[in-house]
C-alpha cells in the first residue's frame, strides 16, 4: 500500500509540496506541473517564426538604411 502511495505522489520543483503525479498544477504554489507535448511544440515553432520575423525586420531596416547613405 505505502508502495502505490508513493508512485502517485510526486515533488513540486517550485515550492517541494506533495503532489498527484495526475495534477496539472501544485495545490501549493500554483504551479505547473506537466505541460502537453502538442502544447510545447506549438510554443516552439510559434517562438521561431516570432525569432525569424524579428530577424527579417532587422535586416530589411539595415538594408534601407544602408540604401540611404
Not at 508512485?7 to 506537466?34: D, E, F, M, W
Not at 530577424?55 to 544602408?66: A, G, K, P, S
Amino acid at each position: 500500500m505505502a508502495n502505490e502511495i508513493n508512485k502517485n505522489l510526486v515533488k513540486c520543483k517550485v515550492c517541494s509540496g506533495i503532489v498527484a503525479t495526475s495534477a496539472r498544477r501544485c495545490p501549493h504554489c500554483g504551479a505547473r506541473l506537466k505541460m502537453h507535448p502538442v502544447l510545447g511544440c506549438f510554443l516552439w515553432i510559434v517562438g521561431l517564426i516570432v525569432l525569424f520575423i524579428i530577424v527579417m525586420v532587422f535586416l530589411v531596416l539595415f538594408m534601407n538604411y544602408r540604401k540611404i547613405r
